[in-house]
């Protein structure tokens, strides 16, 4: 019997602390937990969560490193394309410099044929100016060696007959 009695006790003890888990727990889960409770259940929750967070930050990595891949195409091709373009816009430059450099010579070579001409003008011009100048000075000067042979003449008539004769 004492064994009975002891299975009995046994089994009272099982269900009063069954029945007082049930309550406190029924008591923990009814009333507001003290924020370190609170993060101890949140810190449980978070462990149960764990495998579907792990999958999700999984797939966030995939995305991002294809999404990294992606933009390592984008950015190879964008420095295919400059340093191509850099390529081109070089070309370009160097043959705009030739161009440069030629037209640089021909306006030289105009500007020297523009100057020869206007040097050419200037002594065209001056010869002239100096032909009529000359013109107008034996003009000038036979006028007057006449004049003053006309007027030693009227003083001495023989000399004016001998510079007639000479002439």
């Not at 969560?49 to 797939?59: I, T």
């Amino acid at each position: 019997m004492n064994n009975h009695n002891s299975d009995r006790v046994y089994s009272y003890r099982t269900f009063l602390g069954q029945t007082l888990l049930a309550a406190g727990l029924v008591w923990g889960l009814l009333l507001p937990a003290s924020a370190a409770e609170a993060n101890i259940i949140d810190r449980v929750k978070d462990f149960y969560y764990l495998p579907e967070n792990v999958e999700k930050m999984q797939e966030q990595y995939e995305q991002t490193k294809q999404q990294l891949e992606e933009q390592k195409e984008k950015l190879a091709e964008a420095m295919r394309l400059s340093q191509e373009t850099e390529a081109k816009l070089l070309e370009q430059n160097r043959r705009l410099a030739e161009n440069n450099q030629t037209l640089q010579n021909r306006l030289q070579v105009i500007e020297k044929v523009a100057q020869d001409r206007e040097k050419l003008l200037r002594q065209i011009k001056y010869t002239g100016i100096t032909a009529i100048i000359l013109v107008v000075l034996y003009f000038l000067s036979s006028r007057i060696i006449r004049l003053s042979i006309w007027r030693r003449g009227k003083k001495e008539p023989t000399e004016i007959i001998i510079a007639e004769d000479r002439l």
